[in-house]
């Protein structure tokens, strides 16, 4: 009797090892030196192009997937910039190039943002993912499928 191989699907609590790389083929995150990625599929708590790409494996298998911008964190949005005077942020607090912070906006939510440019008392803040407009490629591995 041939049994029937197990492929994951939305509902099904995997486990993946990954690597992700850049069009330029720059890692910007692996998984290979820790456990593997634990999570729902599709249950949005990965990119939508990321929950695509392993749905249908079995474990064991593996596939490299390029993901494009629109399917991963967005294009990046230039309204998303802001240039704030520094009296906006606590004087005690120290600013560098490309420190990431936690603002509050408006509605009360907070944004994560990032320190992109300082001038004199103006200060440049990109509320735009670091990976945002980037086409994502990767290497996934499926460990295991288990029942939610």
């Known amino acids: 009797m041939v049994q029937a191989k197990v492929q994951a699907k939305a509902g099904d609590i995997v486990k993946v090892h990954y690597t992700g790389t850049l069009t330029n ?81 408006p509605n009360g939510e907070a944004m994560a943002v990032t320190v992109t440019d300082i001038q004199g008392d103006t200060i440049t803040l990109d509320g735009n993912h670091p990976l945002a407009g980037q086409d994502l490629t990767f290497e996934l591995e499926l460990v295991e499928i288990s029942d939610p």
């Open 25 to 105: 083929g720059q890692i910007f995150d692996s998984s290979k030196t820790r456990e593997p990625l634990e999570f729902t599929l599709g249950s949005g708590m990965v990119i939508s192009g990321f929950d695509a790409a392993v749905t249908g494996l079995s474990p064991g298998e593996s596939v490299t997937q390029t993901i494009p911008s629109s399917e991963a964190y967005g294009p990046y949005q230039e309204e998303m910039v802001a240039a704030i005077e520094r009296e906006q942020i606590p004087a005690d607090f120290e600013l560098e190039v490309g420190q990431r912070l936690q603002m509050q906006v």
